[in-house]
């Protein structure tokens, strides 16, 4: 077989920005389909795979412009997210898992694995990643005596589920721990009422269920890889940047509005305007910080942690606020069905509803009150980038 290496293949550029911006209307009129369809996003995902997003996860060796894991390409990345973002969150939701699925494929496999990630995606492969636990149990890796490794058990909250042939997933193994598995083999979905949410519909998050057996190969690592620090947290500024995106989108939709009203100069939609755009700027500092610092060749981990955490805070803030004050500014009118805005709108509460608010919270509490104020920087001076 041919190493995916060795194909002649015509490397991506940042010309993957400027073709996904050529499908911008495309992807949009799509998003509303897949709204109402409440089904895998096919056609979708095939506009990003043609503009070259898939891809864009892949080395330079192999065609790709290493998206996500490079600190050469993380303007990149976050334009990326904030215009798929901008233009379809569910879909933007399943580019951010691909790019984690690579990142971390990439990083704990080994040569043959790396290939075997690098062809799969090359040939237009999906990735996702399936790590949050079922309330029916976990996901079990075991030794079957006379048939190698049994993958069984459920997952819960797995976006693209059916749409994505092979998926990352974390699995419990006795005596090796949490491990990361690739696995190649059919899971059963589950049914579409786990899934009626105000939002992110077109997301397919379900539950799955393995039951299967899979290759040595499949298993990636060692135990706990998943939870390595500082990607873990520091990944975090990806799924961000997609949500920045839904708000722009929420604020051009008012600035567009108000245009077509006259309304510009009405000092309380101007106040309202400045609001928006100063909790825009205020999100995108953030996530970029925490990008540049995650990316960096030597990270301080414990800046990265607690950058990533902060930003995660600020974003949620400023979104919440823009999108009041984008529902005052609009009216009634953006609640219509029918109005472009009111799908970013409950696609982009329901994506904000992060896992453990709480605790990110008492974690920045915490480290305030054991290293004092003016330690909390994220300006990165001790990481070489």
């Avoid at 409950?346 to 008492?362: F, K, S």
Wanted: net charge positive; hydrophobic share 40%; aromatic share 6%.
């Amino acid at each position: 077989m041919t190493s995916a290496a060795t194909r002649t293949t015509r490397p991506l550029t940042k010309s993957v920005l400027e073709q996904l911006r050529k499908v911008r209307e495309e992807l949009s009129l799509s998003a509303r389909t897949d709204d109402l369809a409440e089904t895998f996003p096919a056609a979708s995902m095939e506009i990003l795979k043609k503009a070259g997003c898939l891809k864009s996860v892949l080395p330079l060796a192999y065609g790709g412009v290493s998206a996500g894991w490079h600190a050469e390409s993380v303007d990149l990345l976050f334009n990326l997210l904030r215009t798929i973002g901008g233009l379809h969150l569910s879909c933007a939701r399943l580019f951010e898992g691909h790019v984690n699925a690579f990142q971390l494929l990439w990083t704990f496999g080994n040569a043959a694995q790396r290939d075997s990630v690098c062809r799969y995606v090359s040939d237009g492969g999906l990735l996702g990643v399936w790590n949050a636990p079922s309330r029916e149990g976990e996901l079990l890796l075991c030794e079957e005596e006379g048939l190698g490794l049994m993958l069984k058990g459920p997952k819960a909250y797995a976006s693209g589920a059916g749409g994505i042939q092979r998926p990352l997933v974390t699995a419990r193994h006795p005596q090796k721990g949490l491990v990361i598995v690739w696995p190649d083999i059919v899971y059963k979905v589950g049914d579409a009422s786990e899934w009626s949410m105000h939002g992110m519909r077109a997301s397919v998050t379900r539950s799955v269920k393995f039951d299967g057996i899979i290759k040595s190969s499949h298993v990636f690592g060692k135990a706990d890889d998943y939870h390595s620090q500082p990607q873990f947290s520091g990944g975090s500024w990806r799924f961000l940047a997609a949500q920045l995106g839904a708000g722009e989108a929420l604020v051009e939709l008012m600035r567009l509005e108000l245009v077509r009203r006259g309304r510009t100069t009405d000092s309380h939609q101007r106040a309202r305007m400045a609001h928006c755009v100063t909790a825009l700027e205020t999100g995108r500092k953030w996530i970029l910080d925490t990008a540049y610092l995650a990316s960096a060749k030597r990270p301080s981990v414990e800046k990265v942690i607690q950058h990533a955490n902060a930003a995660r805070v600020v974003v949620e803030r400023s979104l919440l606020d823009v999108m009041e004050i984008v529902q005052r500014g609009i009216g009634l009118q953006l609640l219509s069905r029918d109005h472009p805005g009111e799908r970013i709108l409950r696609d982009l509460t329901t994506y904000l509803r992060q896992p453990a608010p709480d605790a990110l919270l008492e974690f920045l509490g915490e480290h305030a009150f054991a290293k004092g104020i003016a330690t909390l920087s994220g300006s990165g001076d001790d990481a070489e980038v």
